[in-house]
């Protein structure tokens, strides 16, 4: 279920059943909670956290500023082949999942990480949090915070280190 701008300021939540609900927006402003169940559920933007974070019955839901948020892609195969740009800056590898990625040799900090995407196009990640995607996602990508899944966008308002870059942005400044 979505809750989209709900009013919930001073309001009697107790027992109340939320698992699942994304709640975007809106407001929490001394909600009482005690006993709501609030499992899988994602609270986006929400204000008045701050009266009730602390309540017991939020500590299962994912909520953000408070949660980090962590970017899933199909997962790691083995290296395939690796390779230094010509004057020793880069550090590219390939591996049989089908990602590439670029890392600093000097500190072996990654620098970008690119996939294809299963409907077609590709998809670039940046260590800062932001990514570009030219194409259908599908299941290739997605962000997780606690059991909550999220597609690319929709947490990008909510979130301020997560920012979709345009398709012609370079990927280094």
């Known amino acids: 279920m979505w809750l989209i701008g709900a009013n919930f300021a001073g309001a009697n939540l107790r027992g109340a059943q939320l698992t699942g609900v994304r709640m975007i927006g809106g407001d929490l402003?001394?909600?009482?909670?005690?006993?709501?169940?609030?499992?899988?559920?994602?609270?986006?933007?929400?204000?008045?956290?701050?009266?009730?974070?602390?309540?017991?019955?939020?500590?299962v839901a994912a909520i953000t500023g408070r949660d980090p948020a962590d970017v899933m892609i199909a997962p790691t195969g083995d290296v395939s082949s690796v390779a230094f740009s010509p004057d020793g800056s880069l550090l590219a590898t390939t591996s049989t999942d089908g990602t590439a990625r670029l890392w600093d040799p000097a500190t072996g900090a990654a620098r970008a990480t690119l996939f294809a995407l299963e409907a077609g196009g590709y998809g670039v990640l940046l260590p800062d949090g932001s990514y570009k995607l030219?194409?259908?996602?599908?299941?290739?990508?997605?962000?997780?915070?606690?059991?909550?899944?999220?597609?690319?966008?929709?947490?990008?308002?909510?979130?301020?280190?997560i920012r979709r870059l345009p398709a012609d942005a370079p990927l280094s400044r």
């Open 29 to 59: 402003t001394r909600a009482r909670l005690s006993g709501s169940l609030w499992h899988r559920a994602a609270l986006l933007g929400v204000s008045g956290l701050d009266s009730v974070i602390g309540a017991p019955e939020l500590a």
């Open 134 to 161: 030219e194409g259908n996602p599908g299941r290739s990508l997605w962000w997780a915070i606690k059991l909550c899944r999220f597609a690319p966008g929709e947490l990008d308002a909510h979130v301020p280190a």
